[in-house]
Nanobody
């Protein structure tokens, strides 16, 4: 079992920055890929970014490339999402997710929610115009 807890959401003006954190606990040695998704009420969960802890690649949705950066702190077993140049359309609940199956995920596979077994509770990000 892996537990994930997100933090760092809040209200920010357009053009501002936020850093989200996702603290992992439990069988963290089994984590192969960590990802961030976001969801607006009434819409499907949308891929934001993923980082393969086991194989190295990082992937980003086109909508956030150049503005968001996914990273991790090995010592604290924490994943981060640095969000810069925020836009009102970035407003959503942001979720972190973990895959422990160990398979290498392509950019397409990393963007599919069903490939992740563990999810955090989500943190709200609101960007005002």
């Amino acid at each position: 079992q892996v537990q994930l807890v997100e933090s760092g959401g809040g209200l920010v003006q357009a053009g501002g920055s936020l850093r989200l954190s996702c603290a992992a606990s439990g069988r963290t040695f089994s984590i192969a890929t960590m990802a961030w998704f976001r969801q607006v009420p009434g819409q499907e969960r949308e891929f934001v970014a993923a980082s393969s802890w086991r194989y190295g690649p990082t992937y980003y949705a086109d909508s956030v490339k150049g503005r968001f950066t996914i990273s991790r702190d090995n010592a604290r077993i924490t994943a981060y999402l640095q969000m810069n140049s925020l836009k009102p359309e970035d407003t959503a609940v942001y979720y972190c997710a973990a895959d422990t199956k160990g398979k290498y995920l392509s950019d397409y596979e990393a963007a599919v929610p069903r490939n992740y077994e563990y999810w955090g509770q989500g943190t709200q990000v609101t960007v005002s115009s």
